[in-house]
Each structure stands twice: as structure tokens, then as C-alpha cells.
């Protein structure tokens, strides 16, 4: 059975950078009908797509957060990684990690990370 | 960007009563973008609804989806205590992929 959890600090000063890595076990991140994303939920945005990742590098970003954001992969350790950088107290939130069983980085989230609870904070 | 709205914000029922759950998108939307979630407290979401009308694995057969467009339905035909949670529908027919607010379905 699939899972994913995310790791990784839970607590980051503004202006810093939020690095969550996303480990994935009972199945292999490197299929190729398959894409990897991160989500955060926080009370004022609701659900948030940051964006997805293929293993063979391919990326798909929101774009109103894109500047800021990087994602990437290491098929070899099975997991994915999720940089923000010049976070503020407005990226306090819950962030999860996802599958998207797709071709394209745009679709359904089939199997989610229980979240992890990321608060800025000096 | 799509914007998606659900309504009713809050929807109050009892066992055993149909809910119905809404779901419209500023655009056209291709039916097999859309999908629907489920969130009770403390958990991550789970998928319900893919393509629109599809049912996950494991999702009892009394959850329907429907719609076409820009509007886009959730039923649940007989409310089970274990229903009452938040529901969000998502597009994701063009980037960035967006969710609705959420429809919170509280027992009356």
C-alpha cells in the first residue's frame, strides 16, 4: 500500500527558506504515468497547489507562487522535495505531499501524505 | 486562473437524508478535470470523485458526481453518520490546479 509522509522543519523564521522532503514507501516514485505534488491548507487560503513533479525531472508550478518555489526529486531514495523561499507568517500552514496518477502534471490527487504543520515564527 | 465556488457554504441534515453539494467554475471546464475530496478534522483529504462522475477505489456507491461546464454536483443519496465532513471539489483542467472553499456537511 502507498505511502507518502512528509519530514522535515516544523518551524522556520521569516525570511528563511521552508524545506520539506516528501518519502514515499509500498511503491515506486519513478513510474512513468505518475506525477508528485505539494499542497498546503491554511485558513485563510484553503487548499493550495504549489506544484508537480515527474520523475524524469519535468515540472509543472503555480504560477502565482513560482517564484519562490522549487520542487524536486530523487528517484534513486524514492522522495521529493519542497523548497519556498522569503517565507513570512502567511506560509504558516498545513503542507502535504500527493500522488497524481497521470501523464500530466495537472490532475487528481489519488493518495495523500497525512500533512505536516509548518508555522514562520521568529 | 479558474476560481471555483461551492455552495451551500454550510449544509446541515440527518441520517438518512440526500445531500446535494455544488461546485461552479468561473470557466468551462472539461468534465474529466474535476474531481472531489472529503476532510474530516485532523486528516488529509480523500479522493471521492475523479472525471467527474468516477468513484475512487473504496467509495461506497451512495456518493455520485454529475455535471458539465461550469457546474458540477456531489450527491451523497443517504446521508451515513460517518458522511458529516467538509467536501472540496477541484479543477484541474488548467494550470494552476484550484479548489473550491469547501462545503461543510453538519449533522441537524
Known amino acids: 500500500q502507498l505511502q507518502l509522509q512528509e519530514s522535515g522543519p516544523r518551524q522556520v523564521k521569516p525570511s528563511e527558506t521552508l524545506s520539506l522532503t516528501c518519502n514515499v514507501s509500498g511503491g515506486s516514485i519513478g513510474t512513468k504515468d505518475t506525477y508528485w505534488g505539494w499542497l498546503r491548507q491554511s485558513p485563510g487560503k484553503g487548499l493550495e497547489w504549489f506544484g508537480s513533479?515527474?520523475?524524469?525531472?519535468?515540472?509543472f508550478y503555480n504560477p502565482s507562487l513560482t517564484s519562490r518555489v522549487t520542487i524536486s526529486i530523487t528517484p534513486s531514495e524514492n522522495r521529493f522535495s519542497l523548497n519556498l523561499k522569503s517565507v513570512t507568517a502567511a506560509d504558516t500552514a498545513i503542507y502535504f505531499c500527493?500522488?497524481?496518477?497521470?501523464?500530466?502534471?495537472?490532475?487528481?490527487?489519488?493518495?495523500w501524505g497525512l500533512g505536516a504543520l509548518v508555522t514562520v515564527s521568529s | 486562473e479558474i476560481v471555483v465556488t461551492q455552495s451551500p457554504g454550510t449544509l446541515s441534515l440527518s441520517p438518512g437524508e440526500r445531500a446535494t453539494l455544488s461546485c461552479r467554475a468561473t470557466?468551462?471546464?472539461?468534465?474529466?478535470?474535476v474531481s472531489w475530496y472529503q476532510q474530516k478534522p485532523g486528516q488529509a483529504p480523500r479522493l471521492l470523485i475523479f472525471d467527474a462522475s468516477s468513484r475512487a477505489t473504496g467509495i461506497p456507491d451512495r456518493f455520485s458526481g454529475s455535471g458539465s461546464g461550469t457546474d458540477f454536483t456531489l450527491s451523497i443519496s443517504r446521508l451515513e453518520p460517518e458522511d458529516f465532513a467538509v467536501y472540496y471539489c477541484q479543477q484541474s483542467g488548467s494550470s494552476p490546479i484550484t479548489f473550491g472553499q469547501g462545503t461543510r456537511l453538519e449533522i441537524k
Open positions: 470557466h468551462a471546464i472539461n468534465a474529466k478535470s
Open positions: 513533479v515527474h520523475f524524469s525531472g519535468s515540472t
Open positions: 500527493a500522488r497524481l496518477p497521470s501523464w500530466s502534471g495537472l490532475s487528481y490527487f489519488d493518495s
